[in-house]
């Protein structure tokens, strides 16, 4: 079955520490995305790829870092620059255009311990 | 403006109850438009797509009006398993919007017995 995976589903990091959250998917899509949502409110876009070798920008960039060197996997690394990174993780694909909107993994619960 | 608006809620409806929603968008370009169901610390999940007037698959129907900017969703005949959060989905506005969504922050929904 095509889907996306994220790993892990919860992931504990210390004050200081870089974390790296897994996101892959087999449906041959060109585009990902990265998500973070925190409680009560909308899904605000972190970073985006929409070919390999290429990413941009979302909205809340800073602190975060992604790579896209094979089309089915896009790391997005939570770096110790985060101050606040305690959140609700959500990496999606598409074909291009999002005509048929996204698909999403099942997320990774990130705390600051 | 906000690019996608919906009323927080929550709505509190019984079994049985007909319920609407509503979402207006700021981008007046937007071609197609999405209703997502997110369960409580679960992945959205698509539960609509709207590229016309409208679509209706079962107990959910989606109107679109564009040239007042709104989406809405009914649901029939609510049953307890469609507690959720609803979240309306349109494209980004912008020459380098292509492919990015813009999520609502979502209407809670509780259906009790």
């Known amino acids: 079955d095509g889907g996306i995976t994220q790993s892990p589903k919860y992931l504990f990091r210390k004050e200081g520490q870089n974390v790296t959250l897994s996101c892959e998917q087999n449906?041959?899509?060109?585009?990902m995305y990265w998500y973070r949502q925190d409680p009560g409110q909308g899904l605000r876009l972190i970073y985006y790829?929409?070919?390999?070798?290429?990413?941009q920008k979302g909205d809340i960039a800073e602190g975060y870092s992604v790579s896209r060197e094979k089309k089915e996997s896009f790391p997005l690394t939570v770096t110790s620059a985060q101050k606040n990174p305690t959140a609700f993780y959500l990496c999606?694909?598409?074909?291009?255009?999002?005509?048929?909107?996204?698909?999403f993994g099942s997320g990774t619960r990130l705390t600051v311990v | 403006r906000k690019e996608v608006e919906q009323d927080p809620g929550p709505f509190n409806v019984p079994e049985g109850a007909t319920v609407a929603f509503n979402c207006t968008y700021s981008n007046s370009a937007s071609q197609s438009f999405f209703w997502y169901r997110q369960d409580c610390r679960k992945e959205p999940k698509l539960l609509m797509s709207?590229?016309?007037s409208g679509n209706e698959d079962g107990r959910f129907t989606a109107q679109l009006n564009r040239a007042s900017q709104y989406i809405s969703l009914l649901i029939r005949d609510s049953k307890l398993s469609d507690s959720a959060t609803y979240l309306c989905?349109?494209?980004?506005?912008?020459?380098?919007?292509?492919?990015?969504?813009?999520f609502g922050q979502g209407t809670i929904l509780t259906v009790h017995p």
């Open positions: 989905v349109a494209p980004r506005a912008g020459g380098t919007s292509y492919g990015k969504l813009t």
């Open positions: 709207v590229y016309s």
């Open positions: 449906l041959n899509h060109d585009a």
């Open positions: 790829s929409q070919i390999v070798n290429d990413f």
């Open positions: 999606a694909s598409t074909a291009q255009g999002a005509n048929y909107g996204y698909t």
